[in-house]
């Protein structure tokens, strides 16, 4: 018995001493199995999308574009762009450069002129570069001297600040059912106006059947048939302004069966009509609303026009021309929109204006052709021409002393007054010694009774003068929309566009 004990008393030993270092073992050749693998796998950090503007899906920040709709996300930077804030400190931090927005630069080369750091800027296709960016200390003469505001002081990461309606990314201004888009809301080129006016009509069509308010009228086959131009008021939609952007509106409107009116101060367009003739404005393809792809091979403003006005006739759209909107009130759950002929009522209004506003008219015979134009682009696209500048401002100066360098071109400058009293003392300089050169012929005291085909008339103290003419830039100001945004209620903002 006292054997059999020990014997097993043995083994419970040796069965522990090798469960021991067996144990041993394992933990071993599992930490080298470990080590040879490497460190433990880290959860990849969870990539962060916000949703699509347009259809709402989530997409990655720093995306180009939706991967579900295909929506370019640059059309809404200006919309999510942070507002600035003063709080009675200089936010502007970091080494100064000027940016040069493209398509307010005319090309006149007065930044290049003033700029004391030479080289800095230059000219290029017709519009002004930052040639040299380190050489800009930040003296700002650049800024000054624009005449059309085309030059902003940027600082550190900070690329632009501007100006603008305070619009969400639905274009929706801070009173809830005005919404701005277009050239006003702060995107002035052609196709982002366009897109614009489709996507504002698409949201509100959204907002309006979610409420139950979309019930358009269908055919036989289901398709949605217009609303009826005399169906009573109150209307869907009000849309203020023809252009590129209100145009596109009002075919969305058409096409959904939204009860719309589109009413617009001029012409049909007339943003463009404003461009001076065969200036180039868009040179691919855009799908417009009713029509389908739109594509302008010369992308000239004739052409432009000519198609603008093919729509109009073969899709039954409606626009009442030579009636601008003067005030918006909201009465109850509708507006109430005052224009120069009537008064109308509507739920939801898109205001589709120009950013420039107005621009003031001679009102005389001929001024409808091609040849007379609101503002001058590109300067050095001129040659040999016989050109007429209208005013005695700042612009109406620097767009006739750029038209005249190198003597590309025969000038006239005409002005009611006597004195050019308002001008800064550059201008006043520039155009002093441009006279005396012969550069620009300066008739004052006189006004445009009528604008012809190779000619225009002038009265001058009594006298009738006729001169040979190509071109006819009218630059005597106009009405700012500002004041009509803020009457409406809609903030004018700083928006902050950064790297």
């Known amino acids: 018995m006292h054997e059999t004990m020990e014997t097993f008393l043995s083994f419970l030993i040796a069965s522990a001493v090798t469960l021991f270092f067996v144990r041993r073992y394992l933990k071993t050749l599992t930490a080298n199995k470990r080590a040879a693998s490497g460190p433990a796998p880290v959860a990849a950090p969870a990539l962060r999308t916000s949703p699509c503007p347009r259809c709402g899906k989530p997409v990655l920040d720093g995306a180009s574009f939706c991967g579900s709709c295909g929506a370019a996300l640059s059309m809404w930077n200006l919309h ?11 936010a ?13 630069c005319i090309g006149c080369g007065s930044c290049v002129d003033v700029c004391p750091e030479t080289g800095t800027l230059a000219l290029a296709g017709g519009k002004a570069i ?24 940027a600082f550190g990461n900070v690329l632009q600040t501007i100006r603008v309606p305070n619009v969400n990314e639905n274009f929706e201004t801070n009173v809830p059912g005005v919404f701005i888009v277009g050239e006003l809301g702060g995107m002035g080129l052609i196709k982002t106006a366009i897109n614009e006016g489709k996507l504002v009509i698409d949201r509100l069509r959204q907002r309006l059947a979610a409420s139950g308010e979309w019930n358009p009228q269908r055919d036989e086959h289901g398709a949605i048939v217009a609303c009826r131009e005399d169906q009573a008021e109150p209307y869907d939609v009000l849309i203020a302004g023809a252009g590129p952007a209100g145009l596109s509106a009002s075919l969305a409107a058409h096409q959904s069966g ?32 009713l029509y389908g792809t739109l594509y302008i ?31 918006i009130r909201r009465q109850q759950e509708i507006f109430v929109v005052e224009t120069a002929k009537a008064s109308y009522t509507a739920r939801n209004v898109v205001l589709a204006l120009g950013k420039r506003g107005t621009p003031r008219r001679l009102n005389v015979p001929g001024e409808e052709l ?45 002005y009611r007054g006597e004195e050019f009293n308002r001008l800064r003392e550059r201008n ?7 006279e005396a050169e012969g550069r620009i012929s300066l008739i004052r005291k006189s006004e ?15 006298l009738t003068i006729e001169l040979p003419n190509d071109y006819v830039f009218v630059l005597i100001g106009g009405v700012s929309p500002d004041e009509f945004l803020r009457k409406t209620g809609v903030e004018i903002v700083e928006k902050v566009i950064s790297e």
Not at 394 to 404: F, Y
Request: net charge neutral.
């Open 80 to 90: 999510r762009a942070a507002i600035q804030v003063s709080n009675g400190e200089p």
């Open 92 to 104: 502007e931090k970091g080494k100064p450069r000027p940016v040069i927005n493209a398509s307010l």
């Open 130 to 153: 930052l040639a040299y960016p380190d050489r800009c200390i930040g003296h700002a003469q650049c800024v000054t001297a624009c005449p059309t505001s085309a030059i902003t002081l």
């Open 258 to 289: 939204l009860h719309y009116l589109t009413v617009d101060q001029g012409e049909v367009a007339s943003t463009i009509r404003n461009y001076p003739r065969h200036k180039f404005l868009m040179a691919e393809p855009i799908e417009m609303p």
């Open 297 to 327: 091979g010369d992308g000239t403003k004739e052409t432009l026009l000519t198609v603008w006005e093919s729509i109009l006739a073969n899709t039954g759209v409606r626009v009442r021309t030579g009636e601008g909107v003067r005030t």
């Open 370 to 414: 091609s040849k007379v134009a609101y503002r001058l682009i590109e300067a050095d696209t001129y040659s040999d021409q016989d050109i007429l500048i209208v005013g005695g401002g700042d612009s109406a100066v620097e767009a006739a002393l750029a038209v005249s360098k190198g003597r590309r071109n025969r000038v006239t400058l005409s």
């Open 428 to 434: 006043q300089v520039q155009l002093r010694d441009a």
């Open 448 to 462: 445009v009774r009528e604008v012809r085909a190779g000619c225009v008339v002038l009265d001058h103290e009594g």
